[in-house]
């Protein structure tokens, strides 16, 4: 089990708990956190579940590979931390991750 | 403007994976179709949103893309010589005497007996950034597609985005503009490797120019924009002076006219019965993931299953005096010499 935080542009923060193999778009939306539209079922073909990952959590999240990358270009104010949340796979070692979500999915 | 109407027996409104499988079942019963769709190819979400992403649950087919489906179904169904009508959107459906007439936004009027909806999770329409304030620019400095390339001439031009439609406009415009500039977050383009190719050495000549970032800000008054801000990747921003902005970044489904047909929706989805996919109006079928019913499953398999009955029902509509036959495409003549293998 992870436990994984989600924050609010608003500053509020939503704490769920992920089975490791699920994604954090499924997360997300299995415990309805606002700002995740998740259009397209976690297929990499949307965009819309776009987080900035916290910078002490980069490392262990890695980076995006080259067809998440060239979805970002779809995602609105994208940066060096952002990530589509339905590639990003629950492990154990994610526990504790904490992830932002934007003003606005896209 | 087209003032001519087409007369056929039945318009299918969506070229997805379920509406051109109508068409096979529709002209197995000999009821005609016209299939209209807002894109500019068919495969509906299959060819938009997953074209290369492998479906596994197909019957018979343990593997095939989203591009490959579409384009066995649209061999599949070419014996009935279905015509289509793409970058074509219905806005309208008015009850007529014998049946129905259809308009869509660019006026091409239909009259038929059924209306089938395979309108999917609605129409793509371009996605609109939110950059605050972008309203009141829409159709004047702000345009998502390109209808007459006229309306650019001796315009400065910006384009957003790194995919195929921003670099096809790219090359498409620069001519006709007075100046065009590319800006994308990134200096990747996911586009055709040529059409890349043919913007760098637009740039190398100096003929436009490419500028690395993301646009944060609008600038103008009236409609009529003046400028954007830009932040660079490595966050400074800078102000690019523009007429015209044309952002490029994808499609996204939205109900769209489906919601003013005055037929009964539920959640966005038209209600149904299962035993002819037929909705409140009678002559109107919806058929694939517009529909809903107990127990529905938003599966490609399902659609046609839907359609297939859905033609049964049709045909009574079109030919109310012949009875119909259980006919086996395997056996009967009278099938095979229909789709053309007798
Ligand atoms: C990433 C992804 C993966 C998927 N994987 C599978 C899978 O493995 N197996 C499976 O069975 N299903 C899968 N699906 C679901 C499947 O794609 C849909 O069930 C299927 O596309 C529905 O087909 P449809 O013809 O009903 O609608 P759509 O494919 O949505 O097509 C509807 C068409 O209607 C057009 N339209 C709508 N309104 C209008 C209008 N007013 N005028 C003109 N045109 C209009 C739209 O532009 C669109 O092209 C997947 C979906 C996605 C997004
Ligand atoms: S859910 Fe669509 S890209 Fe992640």
Redesign the pocket.
Known sequence: MARITFIQPDGSENAVDAEPGMTVMEAAVKNSVRGIAAE??G?C?CATCHVYVEEEWREATGEPEAMEEDMLDFAFDVRPESRLSCQIRVTDELDGLRVRIPEKQF | MSVDVIKTDAVI???????LFAVFELGLLDVKAHV????DRPG???A???PE?P???IPAIPIVTGQQLTDQLMEQIEPFGAEYHFN????TIEKIEDGFRLVTDCGTQFECKVVVI???????TPKRPPLPGIEAYEDTSVFYSVRKMDAFKDKDVLIVGGGDSALDWTLNLQPVAKSLTLVHRRSEFRAAPASVQKMMDLVDSGNISFKLGQVTTLHGDNGQLTGVTVKSPDGSTFEQPTDIMLPFFGLT?KL???ANWGLNLEENLIPVDTAKFETSEKGIFA????NTYPGKL????S?FHEGALMAQAAHRIVYPDKKLIFQYTTSSSNLQKKLGVK
């Open positions: 397209c079922g297929a073909s | 409104i969506g070229a997805g994976p379920v509406g209209i769709d807002i894109l509906g979400q299959c938009e949103l997953y992403k479906i596994y649950d074509e959107r219905v806005d395979a309108a999917g999770g609605g129409s793509f489904m769209g006219p489906v058929i694939g993931d517009i938003k599966l490609i398999l659609g």
